[in-house]
């Protein structure tokens, strides 16, 4: 329990071995509270044993806040509805990194800039010819940004000398490695990017034009992934975002930080969880279209199968970015005037969950994966790219905790502490007398 002193600062106090270890209790400026046990070790030889570090703070951030009880996301203190319907994601991205919205002055000399650096060195492109030609566009996406070091030394020696054009280049060159990855995916002569293109529409233009059918650049799907990336901006200390800061926290330059990031989001329980929909409602679709022969199938323990795009890890009632994504797909589809039958599955398979005990007791709402896969569809994005739309959206994100961490005068090496649970002492049998275990040589497959 928390107690005052003199100095009217709490404490929460810890009682070991009948000896009281007073605890400071830290307060965040939204009334989170959170105990400070960074002497704990020192004070008592304990440590703290939390999996997956559901209850550990590993730093203190201005950069998003979320309250996942009462569904609450907010960037550097606006809602992210609110951005999401007024801005276009340049201006999100520099309220990210920045901390305040651009002014038109700001923006047009950031935007100018993200024009400046979008094309990346010729001799990166021979990169994507080595790769196989099924490569997967995250592998390719974290290999070109590690790669970007070599060939960009100079944000490597003074990062935060010139920050606009450190976040400009990156933004820029990642949409264009991601464009180019996806051409070379499909055999099809790259696009480079054009400087009379918003961010948005010169992604969407590399994607799919092509010198036999030019690509109609429609701005209703511009507006769509704006959307869409605003809400992937940022999400506070998640898998990708603390790997940024524990990557970061070496010193090691912003490429090799956000190439760690981006391999962390190609987890299907991260940032792969929007293409595991889609294929969920295909699967449904392809079954005949009975969505509640698979709601059943969630249900019960002994089934191997789960529905993908409910529940969140942190929200506890309706992710606020859904609300946002679920009116954006309408809007596109209608504007676009797409019929998609895996629309008309996830609206039913949602409207009968937010009426089911079972959802509702375990607080399985939609997330913001559940829709977004739809969009991309429509747009024409394939379902292996999924992930690296994802990564172009949290970009921002990334480089904003990356640049917190360096601020910070108390940033230190991340080196978290373990509970060893292997054999005690043991002593060392010479190779000949070891016995043999029945261990046979198993063959490798392949080369």
Known sequence: MG???????????????????????????EGERAIDIRRLRAETGLVTLDSGYMNTGACTSSITYLDGERGVLR?????????????????????????????????????????????????????????????HPMAILSSMVNALSTFYPEITENPLENLDCMVARLLSKVRTIAA???????????????????????????????????????????AALNKVLILHGDHEQNCSTSTVRIVGSARVNLYASISAGISALWGPLHGGANQAVVEMLERIYNGGGDFRKYVEMAK???????????????????????RVIKKTCDDLLEALNVSDPLLDIAKELEEYALKDDYFLE????????????????????????FTVMFALGRLPGWIAHWKELWDDPESRLYRPRQIYTGPGAREFVPLDDRVEAGDEDVPCAGR
Not at 94 to 108: M, S
Request: net charge positive; with cysteine.
């Open 3 to 29: 107690t005052k002193d003199t100095t009217t600062r709490q404490y929460a106090e810890l009682i070991v071995d009948g000896r009281t270890h007073r605890l400071p209790i830290v307060e965040g400026s």
């Open 75 to 135: 960037y550097r203190g606006y809602a992210v509805d609110e951005l999401a319907d007024k801005c276009s994601f340049v201006e999100v991205a520099y309220l990210l990194v920045h901390g305040t919205l651009p002014t038109r002055r700001q923006l047009t000399h950031f935007s100018r800039l993200l024009g400046r650096y979008a094309l990346i060195h010729e001799d990166m492109i021979h990169f994507f010819d080595r790769f196989p030609p099924h490569a």
């Open 180 to 222: 180019f990855s996806y051409k070379k995916s499909i055999g099809h002569p790259l696009v480079y990017p054009r400087h009379d293109l918003s961010y948005c529409a010169n992604f969407l233009n590399m994607m799919f034009d092509s010198p036999v059918q030019p690509y109609e650049i429609r701005p209703e799907a511009v």
């Open 300 to 322: 019960d323990p002994s089934s191997l199968f789960r529905l993908s795009g409910f529940g969140h890890r942190v929200y506890k009632t309706y992710d606020p970015r859904a």
């Open 362 to 385: 375990r607080n399985l709402y939609p997330n913001v994966d559940f829709y977004s896969g739809i969009i991309y569809r429509a747009l024409g994005i394939p379902k292996n790219m």
